[in-house]
């Protein structure tokens, strides 16, 4: 059984930094395709960033520049970096394995 915790949101004012981390338990985050996802109220889940078990990353547009995913192979945990955060980035935020989901850790972008 896969299981994920996030951890790492809070409240941040705009042009702050914010680190998420996802750490996996019951499965190598290095063997697969590991994402973060975000849900703001009234809209749907979208995808932010992805990495591949290569280590190739992708992001959505709105993040490019800003944020960035990476993993620690020692610790078994995927990181998802944002820099200049702003309003718009408000939202529930959850990692994705193949096999499961998080719980979402909330990040506020307010002043």
């Known amino acids: 059984q896969v299981q994920l915790v996030e951890s790492g949101g809070g409240l941040v004012q705009p042009g702050g930094s914010l680190r998420l981390s996802c750490a996996a338990s019951?499965?190598?985050?290095?063997?697969?395709?590991m994402s973060w996802y975000r849900q703001a109220p009234g809209k749907q889940r979208e995808l932010v960033a992805s990495?591949?078990?290569?280590?190739?990353?992708n992001y959505a547009d709105s993040v490019k520049g800003r944020f960035t995913i990476s993993r620690d192979n020692a610790k078994n945990t995927v990181y998802l970096q944002m820099y200049s955060l702003k309003p718009e980035d408000t939202a529930v935020y959850y990692c994705?394995?193949?096999?499961?989901w998080g719980q979402g850790t909330q990040v506020t972008v307010s002043s």
């Open positions: 990495i591949t078990s290569g280590g190739r990353t």
């Open positions: 994705e394995h193949p096999l499961s």
């Open positions: 019951g499965s190598i985050v290095s063997l697969n395709a």
